[in-house]
DNA sequence: GTCTATAGGGTGATAGAC
DNA sequence: GTCTATCACCCTATAGAC
């Protein structure tokens, strides 16, 4: 094997930040091998079906995950503790994590089947992880399902209506007095 | 002024559609033009500044209105009633509507600053409208207004993950029980 | 592995006739 | 208002030399 596997992840990257930044469609072959630093030739070296099998690679690389935020909030002790913790970690992300989240969207309807199902089993295995934890404080497996839907719902809006689309820079609300009460109302119910 | 100024609204109507279905860098002016049944040089002259001013009339016309929703909800006598009213009016909005919010999260990061702008005050003012119906229930204005962000938030984030993404398809998370969770919740907090 | 060169086609946009 | 004709440019992709 050669020593340059890094080539090929090179490129990926490169692809990955130039799609995110401006569209699958507005990103041209030309300009990532510019950044990069090759010719066009040279990437469909790496890429024998072109700028469909970039596509493929860099969403593989760009679903996001999620998983360690449920772990860190192991040392929360009641269940609006927890919400608590997680809502801060989940609205404290990277704002790169937000981008690809956005982009994740804009480009769902390209997807092919199988690249929809990568993110489903991403998605779903990320819910999973959240019920599984929130059956420390919820007996009931189903309700522990529904409160980790509304909770990660909850946090995915937050993200794309005040970060995405930018409406934190014209409203007052505080994003930790949404997750005061979240955490507050989800308590209560128990 | 012309018997024909349909053709303007005609053109506008067409691009909103292939813009929303398929992107805006993917939509070529030849392919719109082609749709409505006139050449782009016919395009050119109801729209000077080409594609761009094309963009811009679909952008204030598809700017979702949602404010007709939260006069829908006004026979709920409680707060958890009239979350529920809400929310499955939400929920239960034109799979179109959803295309559109999704479409504007796609191409916000092309639009001007007074698109955003505008994008933002609509955005407020359904905010606004939805905490005020919320006063009824809630006396404090702020407490209010969190909730509204919460509830919508929660909305649009189910919008975006279950239907966008389409994880509807995959999980057996059911929607009503989600409302019904955030509406007991933010009703006991009371 | 990377290059040069080029094919073949789509794109946004305009000039000028009707 | 709408057309035909055309422009200059950019695009994806490939062949073949090094």
Redesign the pocket.
């Known amino acids: 094997m050669?020593e340059?596997i890094n080539?090929r992840d090179n490129i990926v990257d490169v692809a990955a930040k130039l799609f995110v930044q401006n569209g699958y469609d507005a990103t041209?072959?030309?300009?990532i091998a510019d950044v990069v630093g090759?010719?066009?030739?040279?990437l469909?070296?790496?890429f024998k079906d072109?700028?469909?099998e970039l596509l493929e690679a860099v969403i593989e690389c760009q679903i996001p995950d999620l998983l360690n935020i449920v772990d860190e909030c192991g040392s929360a002790e009641t269940l609006q503790d927890f919400i608590v913790q997680f809502g801060q970690q989940m609205m404290a992300l990277n704002p790169k994590r937000v981008e690809k989240l956005r982009w994740m969207v804009t480009e769902f309807p390209r997807m092919t089947a199988e690249e929809r199902a990568l993110l489903h089993h991403k998605q779903l295995a990320f819910q999973n992880r959240v019920a599984a934890a929130l059956e420390r404080f919820i007996s009931d497996p189903t309700q522990a399902r529904t409160t980790a839907a509304a909770i990660i719902c909850l946090m995915y809006g937050y993200g794309f209506l005040f970060v995405s689309l930018d409406l934190q820079s014209v409203t007052d609300v505080d994003k930790n007095d949404i997750i005061q009460l979240l955490a507050q109302g989800m308590a209560a119910t128990r």
Do not use: F, N
């Not at 041209?28 to 300009?31: A, H, I, L, T, Y």
């Not at 090759?38 to 040279?42: D, F, M």
């Open positions: 050669p340059r080539r041209s072959v030309r300009q090759v010719t066009e030739a040279a469909y070296y790496h072109g700028k469909r």
